[in-house]
């Protein structure tokens, strides 16, 4: 039976300039600290060999904080010490408004753009995301702001995250740059991404997919008995009897699991518990067997495969 490969050096972000490591740090969770904890943070995101940092405008109101906060605070850090900016690779997003809930208009975006690069203190902002689809902007509409800020040096890079594959297409037709990466949630419960078309499309045109919540926030590291569904405790125990076999962490073997896939998918971890973000980078030690990987598969859809 043959292994799966895992990409273990770093690689480029689709066909772009950008060059990163195979797993990312996430800021969703990174508001509501001191300068010198966020600081700490991204030091040891770094110190384990991540390069890319993915951040958002919206992220820190699920944090209690405000809209903005996460970026504000990645800022403050950047200003206190610039040194970091030039070992990282940063990625922002924009399109959410919460309560509206979506805007990729023309002005919005290009308002929502320039804000980020105030909130964190950069000239350009290496990849710009759109958050999430806003079905009442024309695609035509929101590649020619993108390529407007990419032709004023704001952003160097496009990425989408929570599209469609046709959504992608629709805008691809519009850009006249390769989009570099797609972000849809991808984990061991969340495989949807697997049959749904974008990681097919991903390996179809050379886009990167960065996958979200890759420990499903936290939940596949719950007990068996505290899972909220059958298929999500049938998982936990698939990991942990892997993890067991190779003596390695569930994390690990989740990671494992989501960097395995042959569109070679760019794991963005959570946490901010510094012994797990040092831990990270362990999953690209691991090696798979196709049984592992339909195993965990198998748990995650409670479907056995024909
Ligand atoms: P995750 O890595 O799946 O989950 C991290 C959460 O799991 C943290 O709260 C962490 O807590 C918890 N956790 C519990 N046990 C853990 C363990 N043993 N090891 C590691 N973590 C453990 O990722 P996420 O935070 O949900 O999302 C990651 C990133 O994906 C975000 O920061 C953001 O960049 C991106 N994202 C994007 C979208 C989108 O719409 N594009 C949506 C969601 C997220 P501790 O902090 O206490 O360790």
């Known amino acids: 039976m043959s292994d799966l ?11 772009s300039g950008l060059t990163v490591a195979p797993i990312a ?5 990174y508001a509501g ?14 110190d384990a060999g991540m390069t890319l940092f993915d951040t958002a405008d919206v992220y820190g109101l699920d944090s209690d904080m405000h809209f903005g906060a996460a970026e504000e605070l990645f800022g403050e850090v950047l200003a206190a010490r610039p040194a ?8 922002s997003k924009g399109g959410i408004i919460p309560g509206t809930p979506y805007d990729s208009s023309a002005t919005y975006l290009r308002k929502a753009c320039e804000a980020s690069l105030r909130r964190l203190k950069i000239d350009v902002i290496d990849l710009y995301q759109i958050h999430r689809p806003d079905m009442l902007s024309h695609p035509a509409e929101v590649a020619e702001t993108l390529t407007a800020l990419r032709t004023e040096g704001k952003i160097r890079e496009i990425g ?7 959504q992608i297409r629709a805008l691809q037709a ?3 740059v390769p989009l570099a990466t797609q972000q849809p949630e991808f984990s061991a419960i969340a ?10 499309l991903c390996m179809e045109t050379g886009m990167t997919p960065l996958a979200w919540s890759p420990l499903a926030g936290g939940r596949l590291m719950l007990e068996a008995n505290e899972a909220a569904t059958p298929e999500l405790a049938d998982v936990i125990i698939t990991l942990d009897r892997l993890a067991k076999e190779r003596g390695v962490s569930r994390t690990a073997i989740a990671l494992a699991f989501v960097l395995a896939h042959p569109s070679a998918p760019i794991p963005i971890i959570g946490s901010q518990t510094p012994v797990r973000i040092a831990d990270a980078m362990s999953a690209l030690d691991v090696t798979l067997t196709r049984a592992d990987w ?13």
């Not at 989408?160 to 046709?166: E, F």
């Not at 495989?191 to 097919?200: A, F, H, I, R």
Request: no cysteine.
């Open 294 to 306: 339909y195993a965990v598969y198998e748990a995650a859809t409670g479907q056995p495969l024909p």
């Open 5 to 15: 490969v895992i990409a273990r050096s770093n690689r480029r972000l689709g066909q």
């Open 84 to 91: 970091l900016r030039d070992r990282m690779v940063i990625a």
């Open 174 to 176: 519009h850009l006249d």
């Open 33 to 46: 600290t001191d300068v010198a904890d966020a600081t700490r943070k991204v030091e040891i995101a770094l």
């Open 25 to 29: 740090y996430g800021m969703w969770r």
């Open 160 to 166: 989408l995250s929570n599209h469609t594959s046709a």
């Open 191 to 200: 495989v949807e991404p697997v049959t749904n078309g974008v990681l097919d």
